[in-house]
């Protein structure tokens, strides 16, 4: 028997132990719970690291699927059979054009755009959420969403064969509308914001016992964010960055990436070294960016206004927790404007042809932005965190790219095109360089 075939056929043990509350370490059974009845704080997941540091190894992680599912060990889960979709393991692209155009050597942008089977990070924190919620008994699994969770609860659900009702802001973009109705689920439009529908979704909660993704199920689902931590290690040759820029809307993938790239360090997967987080976040609903930028230690919720709707929470629930992240780190927390969020998709577009929506656009204006005020060190090793595909949110760029040349079925009518088309260019150049 081969070494990968000997690691891949080993039986699994959960290394998984208690809920803890983030905030006095207050210890609850591994239920659908996530709420500190003591504080109110959340409850995490917590874990057996001897275990995990005596049965898991590089070789160990390699022989494993190529997917979230490789870093089992590390997940909560009990399964020999999880919920495997191929969510996971997309690719870490090292920048030449944008890393040029931005002055930096080394930037690598990790592309959760493609990620399966709904084109954003979403599949990797449902994927483990729905395979807890099965093992925890679970029939019927729902969500809290601005988009992209209900596109992948919808999904993963329909493959599971759970039933599946989702909740959204009535006013949600048509691709994504689009990308959760077509795996038949039930679709509550709710008229009110994000936060408005994350309220009556713990009502239901309550009343109804059903699993939800982001709210009795949250301390199982975030831990699906790590992957994104322990993907980049493995690819950059299990080593760490030296920075990284994410995206910002409750505030759990950043701390979720920071406890990854922490575990891995702890159980001697990789050497430990400081890696600067920073943030982003629309000035439309930046609750967070301002709490850092005005030096406090709590974040006021705000009434979202943006066009990054996948990343307008208004009452971030672990808003706290990455403030602490940035400012022990030495990160930053930025904002843009909508403007600068379309001008970050284009600028992504048009360097490494890679299309995001509007959360990978914040995050692109906020890296460039951080590196105009000489935020990032051109030789540092920087991850740019992509998280879902422009695919869904066409809305915010149209009316700000190009039209179509349209032309006769003749030579000279292309000619003509072609001709008006390049003087368009140069003038659009002389612009640029005045």
């Known amino acids: 028997m081969t070494l990968a075939t000997d690691l891949q056929t080993r039986k699994f043990t959960p ?50 699927p190529n997917s979230i599912w490789r870093y089992r060990s590390f997940l909560p889960v009990e399964s020999e059979n999880p919920i495997d979709v191929g969510t996971g393991m997309t690719p870490l692209v090292k920048s030449n054009r944008l890393a040029r155009r931005l002055g930096l050597k080394n930037l690598y942008i990790k592309n959760d ?16 959420a729905l395979t807890r919620a099965r093992e925890l008994g679970f029939t019927t699994v729902s969500c809290a969403s601005t988009g992209n969770l209900a596109n992948s609860t919808a999904a993963i659900a329909a493959h599971a064969g759970l039933d599946c009702c989702v909740f959204i802001p009535a006013d949600l973009e048509a691709g994504k509308v689009l990308g959760t109705l077509i795996y038949n689920p039930t679709v509550m439009a709710v008229k009110g914001n994000y936060d408005q529908v994350n309220r009556l979704c713990s009502e239901v909660g309550n009343t109804y016992g059903w699993g939800f993704v982001n709210i009795n199920l949250r301390p199982y689902y975030s831990e699906g964010s790590k992957t994104l931590g ?102 930053n927390i930025e904002s843009v404007t909508d403007a600068e969020i379309i001008e970050g998709i ?21 890296l460039k932005k951080l590196v105009e005020a000489g935020k990032i060190d051109p030789e540092e090793t920087t991850v740019v965190y992509i998280t879902g595909n422009g695919l869904k949110t066409q809305e915010a760029v149209q009316g700000y790219i190009g039209e179509p040349l349209l032309i006769e079925p003749k030579l000279d009518s292309f000619e003509r095109a072609l001709e008006r088309s390049r003087t368009l260019e140069r003038l659009e150049w002389q612009q640029v360089l005045v």
């Open 230 to 331: 322990f993907e980049v290690a493995e690819q950059l040759g299990w080593k760490l960055p030296d920075h990284i820029v994410a995206p910002l809307a409750s505030g759990s993938l950043f701390t979720k990436i920071y406890k990854g790239f922490q575990e891995f360090v702890k159980v001697g997967l990789v050497e430990g070294k400081d890696v600067r987080f920073s943030g982003a976040q629309a000035e439309g609903c930046s609750p967070i960016a301002k709490a850092f930028q005005e030096g406090r230690d709590f974040v006021a919720p705000v009434k979202p206004d943006t066009i990054a709707k996948s990343i307008a929470i208004g009452n971030p629930a672990d808003g706290i927790y990455a403030l602490e992240i940035a400012r022990k780190t030495n990160g």
């Open 15 to 64: 290394t998984f132990t208690r809920l803890v509350s983030k905030e006095g370490g207050t210890s609850y059974p591994l239920k659908a719970l996530n709420i500190c009845e003591e504080t109110f704080a959340p409850l995490e997941v917590d874990y057996d690291y001897d275990l995990i540091r005596r049965t898991v190894t590089r070789e160990s992680i390699q022989a494993g």
């Open 346 to 366: 284009k600028l992504l577009a048009e360097t490494e042809g890679i299309f995001t929506e509007t959360a990978g656009g914040t995050t692109i204006a906020v």
């Open 113 to 128: 755009a493609v990620n399966m089977p709904t084109l954003s990070f979403k599949d990797r924190v449902v994927s483990v």
